[in-house]
């Protein structure tokens, strides 16, 4: 493969839930619905792990290998026109894309602009209070890691918060 290794790790606020980030996710048909115009082909209704497929941008070719589909996680072994995987996680509010791989194509910028149709499809996050003082709280120079209100449970974090966390595994 020609190309250079890059590595691109992103992570948005959405206005969605799990379950439609999910179905967004999961179902090849809503896939193409935000990824128009890459068109799917021999996709099953829903990816699974040993699922293969095909996609095509104009000229290029992306082969697809489903190696973990669950209810907030997809990794897909990728092959053609990049050679390397895809990681997407996901939850209320929130979804993260972990793209990694050798290619021609500039990475970063293709999986933006993808993070940017799925989170317009949703349309505007609408900040709460309790996210605006969370966010504060974690960004503060002066607050240290070890005081009793500098982390909040990871359960009621925000996704800005968790940027800051170890994202090289999965999340439990």
């Known amino acids: 493969m020609f190309g250079t290794f890059q590595q691109s790790q992103l992570r948005i606020e959405i206005a969605a839930t799990s ?25 099953p209704d829903k990816l699974v792990a040993g699922a293969q ?3 095509h941008f104009g000229p290029i070719t992306l082969r697809h290998q489903v190696t973990t ?12 026109s990049i ?11 929130w979804v993260q894309s972990r793209l990694e791989g050798v290619s021609l194509l500039p990475l970063k910028l293709i999986q ?4 940017m149709r799925l989170q317009a499809q949703f349309g505007e996050v609408q900040p709460s209070a309790t996210d605006s003082t969370a966010a504060d ?3 503060d120079p002066e607050a240290s890691a070890d005081a009793p ?6 359960d009621t974090e925000t996704p800005e918060s968790l940027d800051e ?6 999340p439990g």
Request: contains cysteine; proline residues 3%.
């Open 83 to 93: 050679d390397g995987f895809h990681e997407w996680y996901w939850g209320d509010g």
């Open 69 to 80: 589909a669950e209810d907030t996680y997809l990794r897909s072994l990728l092959a053609e």
């Open 19 to 43: 379950d439609e980030l999910a179905r967004c996710l999961l179902y090849p048909a809503q896939l193409q619905v935000w990824l128009w115009p890459q068109q799917f082909s021999g996709a």
């Open 165 to 170: 966390h170890d994202t090289s595994n999965r």
């Open 112 to 115: 933006s602009l993808s993070l």
């Open 137 to 139: 709280r974690t960004h």
């Open 53 to 55: 497929f095909t996609s």
């Open 149 to 154: 209100d500098a982390r909040a449970n990871t």
